[in-house]
């Protein structure tokens, strides 16, 4: 680090802490002239990015989650704690395993997940619309499976 004063390179930290800004607070001192000085550190974070079908780069927005579950639940019997706790479990999956881009279909696929889970009307209705049915031969194909399991 600097010197602010002298602009010598050699200083030691004389004290450190922590904030709830998830940055640092050094007290510092100079080597060469003895003055005393603060840094701040804070991180850096890098912007996840999320890439679309046609290859777009978008930044990750957990509001394009909640409007789409918002959608495929609409009318349905659940809760805006269901909604929000779809869509912490998916953000939690995404930073977990991802640092700077996610595909878009990754992200679908987990609320399409968790959504079969929760309500079976609001899971088809997403899938509907993230598997792009084109005919009710689409629905039946993905209905096959909860009719077989419920039977």
């Keep these: 680090m600097m010197c602010p004063f002298c602009r010598q390179g050699e200083t030691k930290v004389i004290d450190s802490r922590?904030?709830?800004?998830?940055?640092?607070?050094?007290?510092?001192?100079?080597?060469?002239?003895?003055?005393?000085?603060t840094t701040y550190e804070k991180i850096e974070e890098v912007p996840l990015k999320v890439v679309k079908k046609d290859g777009l780069r978008v930044p990750f927005d957990r509001e394009r989650i909640r409007a789409g579950l918002e959608k495929a639940c609409y009318k349905r019997p659940i809760s805006a704690e269901d909604i929000e706790h779809i869509i912490q479990s998916v953000e939690v999956n995404i930073y977990e395993n991802f640092e700077r881009e996610v595909d878009s279909r990754y992200i679908g696929e987990q609320v399409f997940e968790a959504l079969r889970n929760v309500d079976q009307v609001a899971f088809v209705r997403f899938a509907s619309v993230y598997r792009e049915f084109k005919d009710v031969r689409d629905f039946v194909v993905e209905l096959n499976p909860i009719l077989r399991s419920d039977g």
């Design 18 to 37: 922590g904030n709830q800004e998830f940055s640092i607070r050094r007290r510092r001192e100079c080597l060469h002239c003895g003055r005393r000085f």
